[in-house]
């Protein structure tokens, strides 16, 4: 098959098969005249690091989970360590991403939302980090 066949069949682009082929994921085979040549192997590999990829895994985790797929002695123990420290950091952005919508939502709440220039949402972006409440700075000017 050659790269635009693999690219509909995985749903990858061709873009990204290449850069897989480029950081060494995949080695596809070449026909005489250069052309890549992909064989079933190199379909059941990019559909993994497909599926890898859509559950968030980097480019190296992915390295190392196709190497433990591709070993038939290997530890499922070395799978699960893998996907639960993705797992973990998954939990962390949920955990952050949770408490930036409760700020926002309560900012959006504060906000009166009128003609009168008094803005809760602003307030809260000019206070520095860990700061209770906006200090005025000399020498500082917002820009229009």
């Not at 038939?72 to 070395?78: G, P």
């Not at 959006?108 to 803005?119: T, Y």
């Amino acid at each position: 098959m050659n790269i635009g066949e693999v690219s509909k069949k995985a749903a990858l682009p061709a873009k990204t098969i290449r850069y897989y082929e480029d950081i060494g994921l995949i080695t596809p085979l070449r026909d005489p005249n250069g052309y890549r040549c992909f064989r079933d192997a190199d379909m059941h590999k990019l559909a993994f690091l497909g599926r890898a990829r859509t559950l968030g895994f980097t480019i190296e985790d992915c390295r190392a989970l196709l190497a433990l797929w591709n070993d038939q002695s290997r530890a499922s123990a070395d799978v699960r360590s893998i996907a639960k420290e993705h797992l973990a950091q998954v939990e962390k952005k949920i955990s952050d991403l949770q408490e930036i919508r409760d700020t926002l939502s309560h900012l959006v709440r504060e906000c009166v939302g009128d003609e009168r220039p008094d803005c809760p949402i602003l307030k809260s972006l000019e206070k520095f980090p860990g700061q209770k409440s906006p200090q005025k700075i000399a020498g500082a000017t917002r820009e229009a």
